[in-house]
Nanobody
Framework: VQLQASGGGLAQAGGSLRLSCAASRRTSSNTLSNYGMGWFRQVPGKERELVAAISWSGTVTYYADSVKGRFTISRDNAENTVYLQMNSLKPEDTAVYYC????????????????WGQGTLVTVSS
């Protein structure tokens, strides 16, 4: 599975951004519908943090406490794309955001994610 993340950029505190993660080519081996998906973020000097995850069907989601109520993860399996809607952004949300795929059901175990996108930078100014 090849993943491409996009949608990062500069936002003001309180603003919104929407990240997208798409499989670059839709083939029988490159469909996201068999994968739980996650959005991670990382800042220099810190470990990569799982911020949101979604099951293959889209019916089960997980959010880190730091983003609960502000971020929404969703997916469109017909479009082979996963989204992260980020509202009420804070300066501490500044990070490189990565999407990742884990075969099977939703997981919060980092090692279960086998495929990673290239990362997209989100910068939130105060």
């Amino acid at each position: 599975v090849q993943l491409q993340a996009s949608g990062g950029g500069l936002a003001q505190a309180g603003g919104s951004l929407r990240l997208s993660c798409a499989a670059s080519r839709r083939t029988s081996s490159n469909t996201l519908s068999n994968y739980g998906m996650g959005w991670f973020r990382q800042v220099p000097g810190k470990e990569r943090e799982l911020v949101a995850a979604i099951s293959w069907s889209g019916t089960v989601t997980y959010y880190a406490d730091s983003v609960k109520g502000r971020f929404t993860i969703s997916r469109d399996n017909a479009e082979n794309t996963v989204y992260l809607q980020m509202n009420s952004l804070k300066p501490e949300d500044t990070a490189v955001y990565y999407c990742a795929a884990a075969y099977g059901k939703l997981t919060t175990i980092h090692k279960s994610y086998s495929y990673w996108g290239q990362g997209t930078l989100v910068t939130v100014s105060s």
